[in-house]
């Protein structure tokens, strides 16, 4: 199985901010990496796909990159209705999460 | 697109837990979508459950197939999930969720991601 391991597990922030997650895969997936967000009690919403490409929709303050072992998700100034949890995905060999990170304000 | 969970929210432990998900504002038989289940115990992360395409091709998540059966129904625009020896670890909530597969040129894998999802519904498994 493919583990993914984001880090930090949870992170502190302020409007404004620019806020990088990670997002590393046990081993190399090239760029089928995929992002989602979701709020308490909501379901997960899809940002990002193939490690860099933004779903129609979002905003572009949110941005991928990455590849092979190594991504991250930037949010480039921090909105309020962006404090959430963020989870990837990776899908080069069958389907696995990430254990998700928690963007909660300072 | 919309897509709802349905099913019985309360589950007895070693009995088989039963969902449906009707899809409505698109039709379940598109050739570029696959449909998928996906968990989330409390207060944890996403599980990958499996997908199905329309014509009833599935893909399972290693670590469940022994106990997972997702099903199709075309002329009801409806998907199923049948879960078996449900324990406390199954606790959670479900979605379901339309699912892209990965295509490069002509090429396309099963594995992609998830674009639209329902709302979830919650699982409780207790006697």
């Known amino acids: 199985d493919i583990q993914m391991t984001q880090s930090p597990s949870s992170l502190s922030a302020s409007v404004g901010d620019r806020v990088i997650v990670t997002c590393r895969a046990s081993q190399n997936i090239g760029s089928y990496l995929n992002w989602y967000q979701q709020k308490p009690g909501k379901a997960p919403k899809f940002l990002i796909y193939?490690?860099?490409n933004l779903q129609s929709g979002v905003p572009s303050r949110f941005s991928g990159s990455g590849s092979g072992t190594d991504f991250t998700l930037t949010i480039s100034s921090l909105q309020p209705e962006d404090f959430a949890t963020y989870f990837c995905?990776?899908?080069?060999?069958?389907?696995?999460f990430g254990q998700g990170t928690r963007l909660e304000v300072k | 697109l919309q897509l709802q969970e349905s099913g019985p929210g309360l589950v007895k432990p070693s009995e088989t837990l039963s969902l449906s998900c009707a899809v409505s504002g698109g039709s379940i038989s598109n050739h570029s979508y696959y449909w998928g289940w996906i968990r989330q115990p409390p207060g944890k992360g996403l599980e990958w459950i499996g997908s199905?395409?329309?014509?009833?091709?599935?893909n399972y998540n290693p670590s469940l197939k022994s106990r997972v059966s997702i099903s199709v129904d075309t002329s009801s625009n409806k998907f199923s999930l049948m879960l078996t020896s449900v324990t406390a670890a199954d606790m959670g909530v479900y979605y379901c969720?339309?699912?892209?597969?990965?295509?490069?040129?002509?090429?396309?894998?099963?594995?992609?991601?998830?674009?639209?999802w329902g709302q979830g519904t919650q699982v409780i498994v207790s006697s």
């Open positions: 995905q990776q899908s080069y060999k069958t389907i696995t």
């Open positions: 969720a339309r699912h892209r597969p990965e295509c490069v040129g002509s090429s396309c894998f099963w594995e992609g991601w998830f674009d639209a």
């Open positions: 199905i395409f329309h014509t009833g091709s599935t």
């Open positions: 193939r490690a860099s």
